[in-house]
C-alpha cells in the first residue's frame, strides 16, 4: 500500500523579491521560509528545496543502510549522514554528495563498504534523484 506524505508552499511576489513558506503538512512539524536569495546565496535563517532535498536524501539513504545492515545480521551503534546538495541558478540541481560514518560492531571494511554503496542506489530517494550526480564517503569508525 502506498505512503502519501505532503507538503505544501504558499508565494507571494517575483522569484528575486518574493518570498514563501513552505508547510510540512503530513507531520505538522512546522512553516519554513523560503526565498530565492536563500536558495541561491545564503540561508540566513530561511530554507530552500535543495536542503529539504538534502534532509530527505540524509534521512532516506540512513534508513537504506540500516536496513542493509540488518540484513547481513549487523545493527550499527550510530550512523551520521549528511547530504550535501548542490544548485545552480541556470543550470538547476546538479549533485547530491553523501558522507556518512558509521560505528557498526563486528563489520568488516570491506562488507561497510558494499552495504553502503548498495544503499546509496537502493534508497528511495537516490532513485528519485536518478538525474543527478550522487557520491558517496562512508566512514567505518572504531
Known sequence: MATTRTAHTVWNGTLIEGSGQTTLDSSGLGTYDVTWKARSEEA??????????????????????????????????????QAEVDFIPGTGITTSKLTMSAKVPGISEEEFQKIADDAKTGCPVSGALKGLDITLDATLVG
Do not use: V, W
Open 44 to 81: 540566513n535563517g530561511k530554507t530552500s528545496p535543495e536542503e529539504l532535498i538534502a534532509a530527505a536524501h540524509s534521512a532516506c539513504f540512513s534508513m537504506a543502510f540500516s536496513s542493509g545492515l540488518a540484513q547481513a545480521g549487523y545493527t550499527a551503534d550510530e550512523i551520521r549522514t
